[in-house]
């Protein structure tokens, strides 16, 4: 009987195991996808915030309109004290 129980505990462990293994295996999947996704949108120009220039981390180096503008803008207004 007690090695029913101990091959039963053993099959359930290998289930567990698995399906934490394959679990990790989709988050590293996805996360592999967001920062390929991520890159290609930098190398094609396009925004990564949406829009919000302020609070993005590419800021600086952003060649975009909108962030050329906001930079502008916001230059300006160190300048005049505003």
């Known amino acids: 009987m007690s090695g029913l129980l101990g091959e039963s505990h053993a099959r359930r462990r290998f289930v567990v195991r698995a ?4 679990c990790l295996g989709l988050l590293a999947i996805g996360g592999g996808a967001a920062f390929v996704k991520r890159r290609k949108l930098l190398r094609e120009g396009k925004c990564l915030n949406r829009g919000m220039c302020r609070g993005c981390a590419v800021f600086e180096d952003c060649g975009l309109p909108r ?5 502008s803008v916001l230059s300006s207004r160190i300048r005049h004290g505003g």
Do not use: C, D
């Open 67 to 71: 962030a050329l503008s906001t930079r």
């Open 19 to 22: 399906l934490r293994g394959a």
